[in-house]
């Protein structure tokens, strides 16, 4: 996922703790590295690290960085590695000019670029796609002194998934791509202009959002004026990942107008519609099951409570148990509460099963802490196939829903029933058509042949 | 509030990993710090620091720890400064014996016993109670060698709530004083003897809970034998604190027979009960007030929505804001959720009133946000007096409750309306009158007149 | 050996920095461990931990202590294992003053002083003889308020070693033990107060030396006065340690008014009139060799030269070779340089020899580096006893030189032939006779039987 | 400076613990940073980091790397600031290969070169010269297969000094440039092959030297077979940096067949020889002045002494003196022994004087200790133009001796007189012509116009 933030002071205010915040908002969106790059309209300085916003930056980083356009990302790894090297901005000092990128959203095509332009001798020094776009940038720069049409250049040979943000000499340009795959929004407060990939961010450093960029849009901010251009591959209708409403984004966001929180109500109520079960009480697995279990409460009246409560202390930097104590991994983020799972005919819902091994182990150990029934319920359809726009889902071969019907899967994790949400529940939930779907029904919105024949492309679970 | 772990394996396993384990779960009682004394009959290894469980424990400082008895403390600062030498255990090594000890409460009378032990010319290293008890033992055990007659010398010393967990050689003892302020539980599983402040942490480590240790119980381990001993003054009545019900326990605990999420949802229906306000939505302030507010809902009806969204990664080390950024300190923590907001006449429903700071940003921003009314309503009652055993609350003058009406405290907070639980509908709740209230009634269960002439006694807010 | 340092300002300047300083100089006498402990005539703050002065203290650390009456301590770790609670100062906080105390020497009566204390219920955190010496101090302090007389009746308890500094409320104490073991000097500057082990640790803050602590001398520095006492136990005659002139000192500090370089200087040149030997080059184990090594050749005129190179960024952390490479360890240290050693007869020259196992692989290198003949001195006689008095050699049983002939040394190190410094010649070099020679000839000044007995305590090579 | 050591087994053995012991060894040519780089054939895996290399590289850190060719790199930081980007060695992953490079040395037409790949859409991400040569050797190979024709075309472009060791693929190849200017020789042993700036790092890994890479040599390594070319512009004389001999190597180091610790005794003989002056003591300015300061003592007969005794733990860490205290600054490095220097005519030698004002402090602060005349000889001639090869020495304007005469020099040092090094000496020395003069008489054996213009290029002092 990753999320990028940014802001541009005309009046050159020193915008680097505000980032800062923003950054933070959006942690959930990556955990595993955050940087900043920001620049006072000539020099470009940047600090970036491994691990959460708040262990990255510690005052001492924070007050080496100072401008007035800055930038900056939270990480989640796909593929590429946990190092330094891997995390964003990407900056670049050239006698063109000085530059910083950051986006969210993965390259289809990056394989190739990254190939065309080291036969042509370049040489890369991560594996990320924001020096591919980098490169790409760069030599279109060569080309033409004019930003805008260099971007739009770029964005000609990129296919796939990218919000992105661009600080170029005394410029900002945010970028989303044609499809509008990642959300991209803009707030304006005191004639500063804020970018976020989510709204949440843009509340907690109470600036008020103006708008979603829309797919396809580049806007260039310098000096006080902000202009919005499109690009040339602009499409016709977007695809905005609809996994952005039902997992990934922050329940207080706003994507392309649309409340995440009430979506996630909406699923439960319909899940409950399309199929309702008899059952004691609805619980979430927390925290993303949460939103999902009061709709379908407040759909069918079966009373809502929380039978498995989650460790606040969860983190990276936990010494995983030995292979014996293997059994005590999931105990340690979910503990299941005795009394009130004991003889009881439980709905427990999830946003999503992948591989299905970690379900299997929540409803074994629900099951045994007492409970007589365990009814099963995803916020989501069955994912049949691989995410190629920036999620690390399972390949096709590992996906548990990939082959097999409900009641395989039912038995399969240990549940007494399964439900998916059906794709129509889904569309209606969300009230809007122009998604990708992709890895709920195999229909890519752009050309993936690339990246289908790797059919066993090992790639981790979100 | 702090919390304790122990394990005794008479079969002489390893137990620092499932020491570690056990504060991992129970690090909501403590953030402040964190060790683990364990012994192998003989000798006593130690390792404490500043911190989260998983910052001061590596899998270097594990490895350093080997052994079959051993207790771990997380360490909830109140008086004393944050620094290493006032974590837990606190690990005596002396001719007749090595010890650790680790306790949670207060010791009310400890400046007076210290005073005494400064007079017999004993120098303390800590500012913590754990020594007091530890020169307190050491005293005894000069005169008896045995500890059981020895440990109650010292508990006809001490005035004050504490549960304790102490190694000793090939022992390990357990008490829990008179009046049994604070919780603390047995688990037995293979032999092997668990003791926990709170049973969530049992669960954790997959051992069934055997029972809670007594008001005025000790409890000696060795080989594989386990005594009980009435403390020479166990109390007729106990006095548990209401609070551990209230706040401080983790839900998925069962203090005493009594599972804590219950007493959280009765609460919530009696708070209902006790006074029902038109609303258009019950929110909790998260994560205190989700039980509450979901009782609350439960008994009237109205539709419970959580329109303050919590920020998952909000820890210790995060840059404050400046002055200037003063009022994104809050927004940082909780964000308002506008469309749930906006017009809205909103139930709001906290765990307790302190200060009323606090409070008074969260009614104000989410006023702000649009809200049309706000009723605060408060899952206890007021707090009119302060805590001596172990609970850092404000000095008498500093506590909202202690001398102003509910209107003027409502109009203090910027709320339209302020609701209090009531002292029988919190026994009710909890359905146990054993209780200590001293913080709400000015009743304490012991004499704390050598604290109460401090009558500004300055403390933070929990 | 460790060293102390401390500074009284009557103008009440802050003081923490000269003392980090003076550290700084005394940095060789202690590698382990650092420590500060300051007072501004009530409290004292403190900061100490392992490592080197710099590495234990950053600015923040500095910036934390503040005050006019300091000392500091570095650490040679002997026995007692090297955790922080084993650094010194060691500070107490207590009803009737607070104090801070370092010492530097070995108590020889402390393990039965200790089990006295602990007999009377004391508990002790460490295993310094700070601690034991503070309460000690304590217990005399319940008795009188005078703390000269409590000084004084402590002293007359301790059998041993030390120079010590204690910072007691608004006052500065130095003492140094009846027979002056441990070098203590005093300086005097703007009206401020300096003690130091060493006086080179003066003359790097530009302090001029006033003159050394008499053995058996206490001084007592309190707003502008500075007073002298006696000792109750005050010695005829010193004993100060010999290996503080051949090893320990640094070569520009001056000890009871004798320059530690001359006295190398003499070594060398008696060495080489005590048995001058046939040779084509003089080379020093570096660095403690070189001043030895210098005289020689000025004595005898055979050119002097390094054949063995010294790397100079050997230091704590380096990761030892494994088995396999143990061969490379005293390489990586010292670097045998061929077109010097190739085909030469060398005397090489070095302080001492305890177990001999370090001579011999230095010795053995050279030889296959290609030396003709190697003929090894020694600029101190041999060291056939332990040391009680805070220098850690090994037991008798491993002193290579406890019961073997020159003949059976060089053969068993390798070397063609042996010398030591005979003991007439150490004295005529030191120019003194009031030295302690206990490691030398067995003649310990003070009892120590109660160490005698334990014939084979294990302790580390210096 | 900077320093690299490179390892070839062709038995496939681990070499990467003896890449760390080579460049500890090397640790005088720079304490900025340090990387090793490690191939197996195919991947390269690396780490490098700011500081000393024990503080870099921790057992972890060796652990993760694993290969039979790798290469290091101790930093020297001239250009470029300190930060990780700039350290060495230079990794590039690409669809050609994989390499790994690191030299030592300043490329003078560096800026162009970049410049021009600019201009041809290339992005830097660091400012060395590593960068450029990769970027270089990358654009080579696109055009040829053969490595040797690739580096034989990168080092027609390359105009200036540089050692070099690349790990390619399974190949290392060590390149030394056509003028010769920095050190770099091989050592072999047990089939491996060995490269290093130094051959005492040779000796301290226990292997032999082979032989110096010739100026203007290529070798390149692959399996058994070690096979050496001529770099197209390979000059007829070398132009080796004389400073190697005087200052940068370690003593115990051949170049080119010149033992170091030799020429700097002759350096010191030949001073003598040149102007003898009547003194009382020769004393260096420890440690870089000691082997002149001997061989002048031996030359001339007056005692050698070192009235300056040097901190041995000075190190990058250090918490500098504020304002007030900077007097203090050069006696925390070196202490004046009063009593060696007390009326006393000294001869007191050092390396070089850049700027003069640390040696005006010296001479200052032996002054006021109590000398009665100072008589500063210098182990070098005169710098009077910048270097442009990689030592960081000040701008022409900067250097004393670039417009004053000998008496205008020692008046501003504050000494009695003043002696230079003639040039004839130097080479006398040294013993050999075909050396790199260009600092001490403007005359650069490369190209060097596109420099001297930037008249006040702003550089730190070595
Ligand atoms: N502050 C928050 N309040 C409620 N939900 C949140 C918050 N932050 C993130 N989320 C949601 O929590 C979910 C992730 O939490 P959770 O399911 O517990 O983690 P996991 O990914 O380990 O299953 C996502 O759906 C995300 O939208
Ligand atoms: N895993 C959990 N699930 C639900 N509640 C929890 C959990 N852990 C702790 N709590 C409860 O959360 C409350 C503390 O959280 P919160 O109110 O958000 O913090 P604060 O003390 O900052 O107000 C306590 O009442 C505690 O019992
Ligand atoms: N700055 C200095 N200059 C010269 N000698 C020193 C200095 N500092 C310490 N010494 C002397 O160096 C010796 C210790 O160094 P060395 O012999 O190299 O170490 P080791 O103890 O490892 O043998 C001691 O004799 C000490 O007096
Ligand atoms: N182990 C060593 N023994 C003797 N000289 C050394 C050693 N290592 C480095 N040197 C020499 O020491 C000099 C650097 O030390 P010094 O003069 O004290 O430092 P500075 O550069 O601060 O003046 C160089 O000439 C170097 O060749
Ligand atoms: S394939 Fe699925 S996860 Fe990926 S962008 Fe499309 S909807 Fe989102
Ligand atoms: S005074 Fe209040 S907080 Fe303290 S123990 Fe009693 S009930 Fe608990
Ligand atoms: S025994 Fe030896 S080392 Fe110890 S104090 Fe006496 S002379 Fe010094
Ligand atoms: S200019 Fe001077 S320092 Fe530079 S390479 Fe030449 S001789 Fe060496
Ligand atoms: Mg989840
Ligand atoms: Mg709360
Ligand atoms: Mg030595
Ligand atoms: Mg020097």
Chains 1, 2, 3, 4 share one sequence.
Do not use: W
Request: with cysteine; hydrophobic share 35%.
């Amino acid at each position: 996922m990753c999320g990028i933030f940014g802001i541009y002071s005309p009046t050159k205010n020193n915008i680097v703790k505000k980032v800062y915040y923003g950054l933070y908002a959006l942690q959930h969106r990556g955990q595993e590295g955050a940087g900043i790059a920001v620049g006072n309209g000539k020099n470009i300085g940047s600090y970036k690290g491994v691990g959460l916003v708040p262990e990255v930056f510690t005052n001492k980083e924070l007050q080496n960085l100072y401008g007035h356009i800055g930038i900056g990302h939270v990480r989640y790894s796909t593929t590429g590695g946990n190092n330094i090297d891997n995390c964003q901005p990407f900056v670049v000092n050239s006698s063109f000019g000085n530059f910083a990128i950051s986006h969210n959203g993965d390259i289809v095509n990056s394989a190739l670029l990254r190939e065309e332009l080291e036969k042509n001798g370049h040489i890369f020094i991560s594996t990320t796609d924001s020096e591919v776009i980098a490169q790409l940038l760069v030599r279109e720069l060569l080309k033409t002194d004019d930003i805008v049409q260099a971007m739009k250049n770029v964005s000609e040979k990129l296919n796939g998934a990218y919000s992105m943000l661009i600080v170029y000499n005394d410029m900002m340009i945010a970028v989303r791509d044609p499809k509008g795959f990642k959300p991209l929004c803009m707030g304006m407060k005191n004639g500063e202009i804020y970018f976020s990939s989510e709204s949440c961010a843009l509340d907690i450093v109470d600036v008020p959002l103006e708008r979603d960029i829309k797919a396809g849009e580049m806007i260039v901010v310098k000096g006080n004026k902000v202009k919005s251009y499109d690009l040339p591959n602009k499409a016709e209708k977007s695809s905005t990942c609809m996994f952005e409403y039902v997992y990934f984004a922050r329940p207080d966001s706003t994507i392309d107008g649309i409340s995440v929180h009430e979506v996630r109500r909406n699923i439960g109520k319909i899940l409950a519609k399309e199929n309702n079960t008899d059952a004691d009480v609805v619980s979430p697995v927390p925290d993303s099951g949460i939103l999902f279990s009061q709709g379908y409460t407040e759909e069918v009246g079966i009373p809502y409570k929380e039978v498995l409560i989650k460790n606040r202390y969860i983190g990276r930097t936990f010494i995983l148990p030995t292979q014996e104590e293997r059994d005590l991994a999931v105990r340690l983020k979910l503990n299941p509460v005795k009394d009130m799972i004991k003889d009881k005919k439980i709905i427990l819902i999830d946003d999503s099963i992948v591989r299905g091994t970690t379900s299997k182990k929540i409803v074994t150990m629900v099951k045994k802490t007492g409970a007589k029934e365990i009814h099963f319920k995803i916020g989501s359809p069955k994912i049949v196939s691989p995410c190629f726009y920036g999620i690390d889902m399972a390949t096709k071969d590992e996906l548990i829903a990939s082959s097999r019907t409900d009641e395989e899967i039912a038995e399969s994790i240990n549940a007494d029933s399964i439900q998916y949400l059906s794709i129509k529940g889904l569309i209606e939930a969300i009230g809007r058509e122009d998604l990708c779907l992709a890895c709920l029904n195999g229909e890519y919105p752009t050309d993936v042949s690339c990246k289908l024949c790797n059919n066993n492309k090992k790639i981790k679970n979100k």
